[in-house]
Every structure is written in structure tokens, then in C-alpha cells.
């Protein structure tokens, strides 16, 4: 059901707004409010579930969604939509509905403006505020209020990224990850591979359920804290907690982007350090003509290079392993354009016939490193800790593994004598199972 409202006064301007109060008790008022006459507000239309509203919202007919807590469907995606389409959330509660802890949850799905039915009768100045306060400010993420936003030291987040043909993305999150953690520091190591998690598997992590999942699915309510993304990661070591990845490659669609938005910013809030294990494709899916927003299944690894303050690139050593390297560079260069990438050329090898040095002007003809760093093949040691379920830095030393710890130093911005050895543990995989 649609209404037009009584026009305004002419010369004031106009905030055209949108409702969908399913049913609440307080939507007859918020009606008559809204239309009437010379309140600078028009109800552009009545609309009877979430679906209505957003492609009432889509039509680009409003500034402003008046919504009601119980509208089903209403969780940080929608929001998020309403907000993309330029639309300011203005969410309308009883007090009954809103109990303790309710207004930061809301918050974290990105409603800014709340209003008690109690106090309709500042209905239309909240609706036109919320309509200005949209039309100057930026999109903003939701989630982290500005009181907070002024003084808080959040963790670094490390992208490890690497093109198409199993270069060795998880072989390096992992390895600098444990590394990190060996050498002192808190780690959060999160499977964001939309093609599939592996993570788990390399670290005999039998988790029946994904943290990501889990983690997606409590951002997309608003519920996601960085508290809450702690239990949900599993402690796989003194300081190293995992957040495992998709069960299935064909769940990446349950990870809606805010909600992944959400998650990367709580865990930068739960560690100082938090490494992403992430898929290989940068390719975005063509816009649909009818401008409908289907999920991107690359949307993942997007967000997360574009929020990343590292991204590290893996890339095979061999002819084929360097030509997607090379592919690799440029197309990350046109996504984060002058942000320097750090290389590591893994799997390194005397029969492959090229010096170390070759290789770095090859990498250097395409894009300006931080650095290159080489990890040498190394099957022995890369078998002995997939068998055993853990890190590299956990199965004993080795090449591989005094490579991965040179280069978690050199992210750490360290140099100088090694990390300190760390004892030698050979868990079994059943063993870690929960
Ligand atoms: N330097 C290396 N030497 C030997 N084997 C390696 C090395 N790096 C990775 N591997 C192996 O290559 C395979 C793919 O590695 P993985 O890290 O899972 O790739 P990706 O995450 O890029 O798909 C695994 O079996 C892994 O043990
Ligand atoms: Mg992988």
C-alpha cells in the first residue's frame, strides 16, 4: 500500500521519507505526523515488508527509511543497502522493545538515529535531522561510535593475498602468523578464503563449526564484538587463535559485506596483530543492468585488502607460479593504486635456474615492493607439519620454516638476531578437536 502526503508549505525543503513499521502500535501517529501539512516531511510510501522498502529505496524516491525493530529481515545488510542508496535508518521503538545494551546493537548495524514512541512528537525534527545529517556525512562504517573512534590503538591487519594456482597463501598466513605469536605478540589468524577455508586443515583444527561464519552471522545482527569474536576463534597456541574459514566454497554467499566490514573491524579490536588468509581472485562480478545488488563472491577479499595496513603477495617460483605473480601485481595495483605490496616468491629452487636477483627485477618491473622475500622449496618440512596439524614454526626448524621467521621479522619492522626457538610440539590432529 502506497500514500502520497499533503504537500508542504511551498519553500521549505522537502524530507520524502519511506516507512515500514510492521505493524507497530505507533505507526497510525508517525502517519498522521509525517503527513501533515507544513511539516517538511512527505510520506513517500507505506511499505509493507523489507523487501518493499528497499526497492522503494532503490527507486532513489526518499532520504529517509522510518523502520521498526521488529521489521523482519532488519539486520546490518539491509541497513547497509538502505544506507548505500543514500538513505538515513531512522528506527522507532518502543521502550519496552529497547532493553540494556539494545541502542549500541543497533548502533552496530548502523542506525544512528533512534526515537522512543514515547517521544513521536519530535518525530518529523528527528526524520528532517537525520535527512541532513545523510546528506553531509560520508558513508561511514557502521559499528565504532566517534567518542571511541578518537582514542583507540587498533590492531594491524595483515592481507595475505596471492594469485590463482595454490601459490602457497595459507603455507605464509599461517608461518607468519605462528611466527608473530612465537616472538611475543597476540595473533588473530582469520580464513577469509571465499573459495574454501584451509586453515583449519593445516592446523588439524577439527572445528565443526566456521568462526567466520559464526562471526558473520553475529555482525549481521549486531550482535559482534570483539569479545564475542574471541570466543568464537579457537586458541590454537599460547598467543595464536584461529578464526576458521568457509566449510564449503559455496557458503561464501552468508557472509554478507557489512557484516564482513563488521568482523574485520572487531577483530582488529581483539589483537594487535590479525593475518588474513585470503582467496585469489580480484575479479569483481559485472553489474547487473537492472541494477540489482547480487553478492560478489569477491567482495571478501576486496574489503579486506582495501582495509588491510599490509598486504603481502604470494607468488610460485616457477614460469607459470611468476607470469600470475607478474598478472597479479598490476591488477592489485589498479585496486590499491601506489600502495606498495610486500612479495615473497615461494618455493624457491636451484633446478628453476634463476637467481634470487633476477627474480626481484622481474617483481620490480611491475610494481615498487616494500620488499621481495624467498622462501625456498621446501616439501620435508611443508609435509611434516600438514601431517602433524601445525604451523611450520611449531614442527621443528628447518629452511622454510627460518624463512618464514626472516620474513615475520621484517613485518614486524625487525631486524637483528632470531626469533627464539620454540619447542618442538607434534599434536595430533584428534587432540585438538573440541
Ligand atoms: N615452500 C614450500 N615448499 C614445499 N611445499 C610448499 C611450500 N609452500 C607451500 N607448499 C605446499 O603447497 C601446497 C599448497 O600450499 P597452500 O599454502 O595451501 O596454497 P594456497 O593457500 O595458495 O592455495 C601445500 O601442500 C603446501 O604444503
Ligand atoms: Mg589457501
Same mark, same amino acid.
Given at each position: 500500500?502506497?500514500?502520497?502526503?499533503?504537500?508542504?508549505?511551498?519553500?521549505?525543503? /522537502?524530507?520524502? #521519507?519511506?516507512? *515500514?513499521?510492521?505493524?507497530?502500535?505507533?505507526?497510525?501517529?508517525?502517519?498522521?505526523?509525517?503527513?501533515?501539512?507544513?511539516?517538511?516531511?512527505? @510520506?513517500?510510501?507505506?511499505?509493507?515488508?523489507?523487501?518493499?522498502?528497499?526497492?522503494?529505496? =532503490?527507486?532513489?524516491?526518499?532520504?529517509?527509511? @522510518?523502520?521498526?525493530?521488529?521489521?523482519?529481515?532488519?539486520?546490518?545488510?539491509?541497513?547497509?543497502? @538502505?544506507?548505500?542508496?543514500?538513505?538515513?535508518?531512522?528506527?522507532?521503538?518502543?521502550?519496552?522493545?529497547?532493553?540494556?545494551?539494545? $541502542?549500541?546493537?543497533?548502533?552496530?548495524?548502523? /542506525?544512528?538515529?533512534?526515537?522512543?514512541?514515547?517521544?513521536?512528537?519530535?518525530? %518529523?525534527? $528527528?526524520?528532517?535531522?537525520?535527512?541532513?545529517?545523510?546528506?553531509?556525512?560520508?558513508?561511514?562504517?557502521?559499528?565504532?561510535?566517534?567518542?571511541?573512534?578518537?582514542?583507540?590503538?587498533?590492531?594491524?591487519?595483515?592481507? %595475505?593475498?596471492?594469485?590463482?594456482?595454490?601459490? =602457497?597463501?595459507?603455507?605464509?598466513?599461517?608461518?607468519?602468523?605462528?611466527? /608473530?605469536?612465537? &616472538?611475543?605478540?597476540?595473533?588473530?589468524?582469520?580464513?577469509?578464503?571465499?573459495? =574454501?577455508?584451509?586453515? *583449519?586443515?593445516?592446523?588439524?583444527?577439527?572445528?565443526?563449526?566456521?568462526?567466520?561464519?559464526?562471526?558473520?552471522?553475529?555482525?549481521?545482527?549486531?550482535?559482534?564484538?570483539?569479545?564475542?569474536?574471541? $570466543?568464537?576463534?579457537?586458541?590454537?597456541?599460547?598467543?595464536?587463535?584461529?578464526?576458521?574459514?568457509?566449510?564449503?566454497?559455496?557458503?561464501?554467499?552468508?557472509?554478507?559485506?557489512?557484516?564482513?566490514?563488521?568482523?574485520?573491524?572487531? *577483530?582488529?579490536?581483539?589483537?594487535?596483530? %590479525?593475518?588474513?588468509?585470503?582467496?585469489?581472485?580480484?575479479?569483481?562480478?559485472?553489474?547487473?543492468?537492472?541494477?540489482?545488488?547480487?553478492?560478489?563472491?569477491?567482495?571478501?577479499?576486496?574489503?579486506?585488502?582495501?582495509?588491510?595496513?599490509? #598486504?603481502?603477495?604470494?607468488? &610460485?617460483?616457477?614460469?607459470?607460479?611468476?607470469?600470475?605473480?607478474?598478472?597479479?601485481?598490476?591488477?592489485?595495483?589498479?585496486?590499491?593504486?601506489?600502495?606498495?605490496?610486500?612479495?615473497?616468491?615461494?618455493?624457491?629452487?636451484?633446478?628453476?635456474?634463476?637467481?634470487?636477483?633476477?627474480?626481484?627485477?622481474?617483481?620490480?618491473?611491475?610494481?615498487?615492493?616494500?620488499?621481495?622475500?624467498?622462501?625456498?622449496?621446501?616439501?620435508?618440512?611443508?609435509?611434516?607439519?600438514?601431517?602433524?596439524?601445525?604451523?611450520?614454526?611449531?614442527?621443528?626448524?628447518?629452511? @622454510?620454516?627460518?624463512?618464514?621467521?626472516?620474513?615475520?621479522?621484517?613485518?614486524?619492522?625487525?631486524?637483528?638476531?632470531?626469533?627464539?626457538?620454540?619447542?618442538?610440539?607434534?599434536?595430533?590432529?584428534? =587432540?585438538?578437536?573440541?
Amino acid at each position: 500500500m502506497s500514500s502520497i502526503g499533503a504537500l508542504p508549505d511551498p519553500g521549505l525543503p /522537502i524530507t520524502p #521519507v519511506l516507512v *515500514a513499521a510492521a505493524g507497530s502500535s505507533w505507526e497510525a501517529r508517525a502517519l498522521e505526523l509525517l503527513e501533515s501539512r507544513g511539516s517538511g516531511v512527505v @510520506l513517500v510510501r507505506r511499505c509493507v515488508d523489507l523487501l518493499d522498502l528497499l526497492a522503494a529505496a =532503490g527507486a532513489g524516491v526518499a532520504s529517509v527509511a @522510518l523502520v521498526a525493530p521488529t521489521l523482519p529481515g532488519l539486520d546490518a545488510d539491509s541497513v547497509s543497502s @538502505l544506507r548505500r542508496r543514500g538513505l538515513a535508518v531512522v528506527l522507532v521503538a518502543a521502550p519496552e522493545e529497547l532493553l540494556d545494551g539494545d $541502542t549500541e546493537r543497533l548502533r552496530r548495524l548502523g /542506525i544512528d538515529h533512534l526515537l522512543a514512541s514515547t517521544e513521536l512528537g519530535s518525530l %518529523v525534527e $528527528t526524520v528532517t535531522g537525520a535527512s541532513a545529517a545523510a546528506a553531509t556525512v560520508a558513508l561511514r562504517p557502521p559499528a565504532v561510535s566517534s567518542e571511541s573512534e578518537a582514542v583507540e590503538v587498533t590492531g594491524r591487519l595483515l592481507a %595475505v593475498w596471492g594469485p590463482t594456482g595454490a601459490p =602457497g597463501r595459507t603455507t605464509v598466513a599461517v608461518g607468519v602468523a605462528a611466527e /608473530i605469536a612465537g &616472538s611475543g605478540r597476540e595473533v588473530l589468524l582469520a580464513d577469509m578464503d571465499a573459495y =574454501g577455508g584451509a586453515v *583449519a586443515q593445516h592446523l588439524g583444527v577439527l572445528d565443526e563449526v566456521s568462526g567466520l561464519l559464526g562471526a558473520a552471522r553475529a555482525a549481521n545482527t549486531g550482535q559482534l564484538s570483539p569479545e564475542r569474536l574471541g $570466543t568464537l576463534a579457537r586458541q590454537v597456541g599460547p598467543r595464536l587463535r584461529v578464526l576458521t574459514g568457509l566449510p564449503r566454497p559455496d557458503r561464501w554467499q552468508e557472509v554478507r559485506p557489512a557484516a564482513f566490514a563488521d568482523v574485520l573491524e572487531q *577483530a582488529v579490536h581483539l589483537a594487535p596483530y %590479525v593475518v588474513l588468509d585470503l582467496g585469489f581472485s580480484l575479479e569483481a562480478d559485472p553489474v547487473d543492468p537492472f541494477g540489482s545488488s547480487a553478492p560478489q563472491r569477491n567482495e571478501m577479499t576486496l574489503a579486506a585488502l582495501q582495509r588491510a595496513d599490509e #598486504v603481502v603477495v604470494v607468488g &610460485s617460483a616457477d614460469p607459470v607460479g611468476l607470469s600470475r605473480l607478474a598478472r597479479g601485481l598490476v591488477e592489485l595495483n589498479i585496486l590499491l593504486p601506489g600502495v606498495p605490496p610486500r612479495v615473497v616468491v615461494n618455493r624457491t629452487r636451484p633446478s628453476l635456474g634463476w637467481s634470487d636477483r633476477e627474480i626481484r627485477g622481474m617483481v620490480e618491473g611491475f610494481v615498487r615492493p616494500v620488499d621481495v622475500h624467498f622462501l625456498p622449496e621446501d616439501r620435508v618440512a611443508a609435509d611434516r607439519a600438514l601431517m602433524a596439524g601445525c604451523s611450520l614454526a611449531d614442527s621443528g626448524a628447518s629452511p @622454510l620454516q627460518g624463512a618464514l621467521q626472516r620474513l615475520a621479522h621484517q613485518v614486524l619492522g625487525e631486524s637483528g638476531p632470531s626469533l627464539p626457538r620454540r619447542r618442538r610440539v607434534t599434536r595430533r590432529r584428534a =587432540g585438538r578437536a573440541r
